[in-house]
């Protein structure tokens, strides 16, 4: 989700080193994706797994309530296991290999 940085969905703040995002745009892109989760279930797992923190930000004399997420965060789950990764796709391939009904 963090890929789609130039959008309006998530913002990267290169001097405090942090994305920066508004709540709203992030459960667009999860619904777009055809992923759904309960408001409460996704803060949850932002704070848990992503240490995210609720932010005020003043844009024009308005004021954004946003959330912010340290790159230390994000890269930990970029870095992933790729022999994991291997044999997922691999029992993936073969479960669609050997059960899938003839042309």
């Not at 055809?34 to 004021?63: D, G």
Request: charged fraction near 30%.
């Amino acid at each position: 989700l963090f890929e789609v940085i130039n959008s309006t969905a998530v913002w990267k703040d290169e001097e405090e080193k942090r994305y920066v995002f508004r709540l709203e745009g992030f459960t667009s892109i999860l619904r777009n994706a055809r992923l759904s989760f309960e408001q409460r279930q996704l803060t949850a797992m932002l704070v848990e797994h992503f240490k995210a923190k609720p932010v005020k930000i003043h844009y024009k004399s308005k004021e954004l309530r946003c959330w912010e997420i340290p790159y230390s965060s994000i890269t930990k789950f970029e870095n992933g296991d790729l022999n994991f990764s291997r044999q997922l796709t691999e029992e993936r391939l073969s479960k669609i290999k050997y059960n899938s009904p003839p042309y």
